[in-house]
């Protein structure tokens, strides 16, 4: 599991199979949504987005899920004090 710092940018890049709109969902440990964000995908079918991690943040483990109309694919980070 990556782990990161309240107040860091988190760098996303996400590679789909044909060019799309996808939507990521960031979830804390108890499945609340603390940041939705889209994003559209280059002629080569990549996206890159960041997120900066807000303070006031709660350490733990957070959830990202990435999605288009067709699959999805979910990773794990840590937010751990500084």
């Known amino acids: 599991v ?9 760098k996303m890049q996400i590679t789909a199979s044909k060019k799309t709109s996808i939507i990521i969902e960031i ?15 280059t002629k080569e079918f990549k996206c890159e987005t960041f997120w900066s991690i807000p303070k006031g943040s709660i350490p733990g483990t ?15 980070f840590e937010i751990i004090m500084k």
């Open 62 to 76: 957070y959830n990202i899920k990435a999605y288009d109309s067709i699959s999805s694919s979910e990773t794990k």
């Open 27 to 41: 979830t804390d440990e108890d499945g609340e949504q603390v940041q939705k964000l889209n994003c559209n995908t």
């Open 2 to 10: 990556e782990e990161a710092k309240i107040g860091d940018l988190l």
